[in-house]
């Protein structure tokens, strides 16, 4: 009897301890009885080794894992698996990283903030991750930017080095480093002598410069009268000159009696023998007085 309860213990022993092994299992690798999931689908040129089973991250938190790859012409579909709590929107950001050093590849999701959300009944973009020739050729690429930058660093402490070691040239540093010295003494002695009467010129310039405006605000009314003035006596010899230039065509016409006098000829030539008559009676009342007989008709 004894016996067979040990056995018995025994037996519940091992069992506990398989479904604590199980759910040690499940835990790590993401699986979760609870949860709802959804599936994606995210296309890539390439993903690095990435593997069946592998952990979803989404912002580096396990949220689902890889069900499926296949490869499509060329293209590789990874079909997964992710927690219902998970969204992800348009701006979203999915690769293949490896989290750790010892771990293996996992899907890596940043879901994004900008609305609207992503819609994951199309196969969604992923970015290659990046292999080793692309790192090689990538670092090979940084250490010739690094080789230049350290030649040139390499030149500009040679020429200092000469300039340094040049006595001439190290005197000459002195001496400037000197005169900057006491110009800038100078300077701050100048200052500290003239701040009074700078602060004085100061304000007289902003006195200056509000009578100025005052002055402005004061003439703008008189321009702006004068402006208006100068329209109107504009305007008026504008007209003037109209009138002028009708009363000039009225002229060429021959209308009104200037008119006349200017294009007709026989009223020109009356007139001239009419004063011509006139003239000569007045030299005969000169002469003779005014005994005569004048007839005008």
């Given amino acids: 009897m004894d016996r067979k309860r040990t056995e018995i213990r025994v037996g519940i022993a091992v069992l506990l301890s398989l479904v604590i092994l199980i759910g040690g299992i499940m835990w790590g ?71 750790t050093v010892m771990a293996g590849k996992a899907l890596v999701i940043n879901p994004g903030q900008k609305l609207p959300p992503a819609d994951i009944t199309q196969p969604l973009t992923g970015d290659s991750p990046l292999g080793m020739t692309e790192a090689v050729a990538t670092f090979r690429d940084i250490s010739a930017d690094l080789r230049t930058v350290l030649r040139n660093v390499d030149t500009l402490i040679m020429n200092l080095n000469v300039v340094a070691g040049d006595t001439v040239t190290r005197h000459n540093l002195v001496n400037i480093a000197e005169d900057l010295s006491d110009l800038a003494q100078q300077s701050s002695q100048w200052m500290t002598t003239n701040r009074e009467r700078l602060t004085g010129t100061l304000t007289e310039l902003e006195g200056t410069l509000a009578s100025a405006r005052q002055l402005m605000d004061t003439t703008q009314t008189r321009l702006a009268g004068t402006l208006t003035s100068a329209d109107t006596a504009a305007q008026r010899v504008t007209e003037l000159s109209g009138e002028l230039n009708d009363i000039i065509a009225r002229l060429n016409r021959g209308e009104g009696t200037m008119g006349r006098l200017l294009s007709d000829d026989e009223l020109y030539n009356r007139l001239n023998r009419t004063l011509a008559e006139v003239d000569s009676l007045a030299r005969s009342i000169r002469k003779n007085g005014m005994k005569q007989r004048i007839v005008l008709f």
């Fill in 29 to 99: 690798k993401g699986f979760s009885l609870r949860a709802k999931r959804y599936v994606i689908e995210v296309l890539f040129d390439n993903v690095g080794g990435l593997e069946n089973g592998a952990n979803v991250l989404a912002n580096g938190v396990t949220k689902g894992r890889v069900k499926e790859i296949l490869l499509e012409e060329g293209r590789v579909r990874v079909i997964a698996s992710i927690d219902k709590n998970v969204t992800i929107y348009s701006d979203y950001h999915i690769t293949v990283e490896s989290p």
